[in-house]
């Protein structure tokens, strides 16, 4: 591991920025698929190196695993998908009014593979965190998630990568950037071993900065 990085969303002045203190999380979570980076939450809950109520998982696709290991642990679920609304406003309503439901007040993107509509966005700005596998504001954008990331790294000769944790704003992973996790390339490295150890980053890096939030040491906007 080279190190750890943490922006100064906390030095900027005045309100918006002024949330400042210990923040009592009641965390919302959108995944498509596998949703280890929810299992990591989970645990670290479990192991109280977190502090925070894990109150709904939502999932674009019924057949997630992110759907197993919310129930195993007790979180409520609701498949929410354009297959249960096939309007876009309809959607983007029903996820807003099911994460209000649940008295969210952060929401956590982990693996989601859609953009969030923009009226859940407005409601929670500032208040929506997503983990990509790379070091932003370098690979990143439309197009660029899972193996792809890691290839462009490779190709790129980069010397490190990383995971980046960022506000989520109407851009793909264009929003502030909240805290970065970075590690060495290896020689020899693949998309696929540069994948994995990546992985092993953001199962620490969104545990250690949801603790961070909560302990008031990084402070959101709005
Ligand atoms: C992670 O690599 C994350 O960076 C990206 O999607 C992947 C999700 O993995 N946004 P998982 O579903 O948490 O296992």
Redesign the pocket.
């Given at each position: 591991m080279v190190g750890d990085v943490t922006t100064s969303l906390m030095s900027k002045p005045g309100p918006p920025y002024a949330k400042k203190g210990p923040m009592k999380l009641r965390l919302g979570f959108l995944?498509?698929?596998?949703?280890?980076?929810?299992?990591a939450i989970i645990d670290a809950c479990r192991s109280g190196r977190l502090a925070a109520d894990l109150c709904v998982v939502i999932c674009n696709n019924s057949r997630a695993?992110?759907f197993e290991r919310a129930r195993r642990a007790g979180i409520a679920t609701r498949h929410l998908s354009s297959h249960t609304h096939p309007s876009e406003e309809a959607l983007d309503a029903a996820i807003l009014q099911t994460l209000r439901e649940h008295e969210v007040n952060l929401i956590v993107?982990?693996?989601?593979m859609r953009k969030l509509g923009g009226r859940t966005l407005a409601h929670y700005r500032g208040r929506v965190l997503?983990?990509?596998?790379a070091l932003l504001p370098k690979f990143g954008g439309p197009g660029m998630?899972?193996a792809r990331v890691h290839e462009a790294v490779i190709a790129a000769r980069e010397k490190e990568s990383g995971?980046t944790i960022h506000l989520v704003t109407e851009e793909y992973d264009q929003g502030p950037i909240v805290a970065q996790r970075r590690i060495a390339l290896l020689p020899g490295d693949t998309a696929e071993s540069l994948?994995a150890r990546?992985?092993e980053v953001?199962h620490a890096l969104y545990p250690d900065t949801l603790a961070r939030i909560a302990r008031g040491e990084i402070a959101l906007l709005g």
């Open positions: 995944a498509s698929h596998v949703g280890s980076n929810l299992q695993q992110a993107l982990a693996g989601y997503n983990i990509h596998p998630y899972g995971a994948a990546v992985l953001e």
